[in-house]
């Protein structure tokens, strides 16, 4: 496997947590625990299944989520945190607090999720 160039170590913390929506997801799993497909996809907004289903499988290729199936009809599948996804749960917080402190009249908070 060819490695992935990097020109320091914040573009790793960049390359596993960038996006969109996967600082939501790991946070939303970190506080929430064991979720399935559906309950992620309602909690975040304007969010397509497509961009779900392929945030989720990079958040697992990295091993900070991790997918259960279970053999039943319709299967029933579930994410949770992984060790090593608990691990960023001091970042997310500090870009809670940022975004709390930061927030102005250009933005409308919908659900709350920092404590």
Same mark, same amino acid.
């Given at each position: 496997?060819?490695?992935? %160039?990097?020109?320091? #170590? *914040?573009?790793?913390?960049?390359?596993? !947590?960038?996006? @969109?929506?996967?600082?939501?997801? &790991?946070?939303?799993?970190?506080?929430?625990?064991? %979720?399935?497909?559906? #309950? *992620?996809?309602?909690?975040?907004?304007? !969010?397509?299944? @497509?961009?779900?289903?392929?945030? &989720?499988?990079?958040?697992?290729?990295?091993?900070?989520?991790?997918?259960?199936?279970?053999?039943?009809?319709?299967?029933?599948?579930?994410?949770?945190?992984?060790?090593?996804?608990?691990?960023?749960?001091?970042?997310?917080?500090?870009?809670?607090?940022?975004?709390?402190?930061?927030?102005?009249?250009?933005?409308?908070?919908?659900?709350?999720?920092?404590?």
């Amino acid at each position: 496997m060819e490695k992935i %160039k990097v020109c320091c #170590e *914040i573009e790793i913390t960049l390359k596993v !947590i960038g996006g @969109k929506y996967k600082p939501l997801i &790991l946070y939303y799993l970190i506080e929430n625990h064991t %979720k399935r497909f559906g #309950e *992620i996809l309602s909690f975040i907004n304007n !969010i397509s299944q @497509k961009t779900l289903t392929n945030q &989720l499988r990079e958040l697992e290729d990295d091993g900070l989520v991790k997918r259960t199936v279970y053999p039943e009809v319709p299967p029933k599948v579930e994410y949770s945190i992984t060790e090593k996804g608990e691990t960023l749960l001091p970042i997310l917080e500090l870009m809670c607090q940022w975004g709390e402190k930061n927030i102005n009249d250009k933005f409308e908070l919908t659900t709350p999720q920092c404590k």
